[in-house]
């Protein structure tokens, strides 16, 4: 049994009778027509300013038989992911090209240079893959039909796990793969 409160010590509870609940029913119904016309304003003005996801994919660099970042995931002929791994280019950047099948990568071993930028694209030659580097942020989905491009220096030497994170089938757990960061001869 608890005491009875004394009326002195706190103004007393406003009524939540009817019309008071009528009114920050109001009050919460017109904030949300606030949000949503600004929600539509928003996706709007984007639409119109010709605002979008980028699809162009590559990375800003132009990958010889690939347009806007898509490709033939039944072909990679025409393509440098036709033999995967790392290219040294004549301008002195290094770029990989790595392809990721039910249910391994290829090349089996990234060598990826040590102190250098590299940029790295990724596709999938069958279903959705993932391509996670251990110990680093590197986080990218190898999508069929799409290069997933990203530029990262891998700063120590030393091997490093690369393993897929995308639930892709029965093998999905073997899907491990490694990148090894060395020196590269010049
Ligand atoms: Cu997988």
Request: aromatic share 8%; hydrophobic share 40%; proline share 7%.
């Amino acid at each position: 049994m608890s005491a009875p409160r004394s009326a002195g010590h706190r103004p007393a509870a406003p009524r939540l009778d009817h019309h008071t609940l009528e009114k920050y029913e109001n009050v919460w119904f017109g904030i949300a027509v606030i949000m949503s016309v600004l929600l539509f304003v928003t996706v709007l003005a984007s639409f119109l300013s010709g605002t979008a996801p980028s699809l162009s994919g590559e990375g800003g660099h132009h990958i010889t038989g690939v347009k806007n970042g898509r490709l033939d995931p039944g072909n990679f002929a025409a393509t440098p992911f036709a033999t995967p791994g790392l290219r040294h280019n004549a301008d002195g950047s290094y770029e990989a090209f790595v392809i990721a099948r039910a249910f391994q990568f290829e090349p089996a071993v990234l060598k990826v240079p040590v102190g250098q930028p590299v940029t790295i694209h990724v596709t999938s030659a069958d279903v959705l893959h993932g391509y996670f580097i251990e110990g680093t942020n590197i986080n990218a989905t190898a999508i069929p039909g799409q290069v997933s491009s990203f530029t990262t220096t891998f700063r120590r030497p030393g091997t490093l796990n690369l393993v897929c994170n995308e639930y892709c089938g029965t093998g999905h757990h073997n899907m491990v793969s490694s990148v090894k960061v060395d020196v590269q001869e010049p």
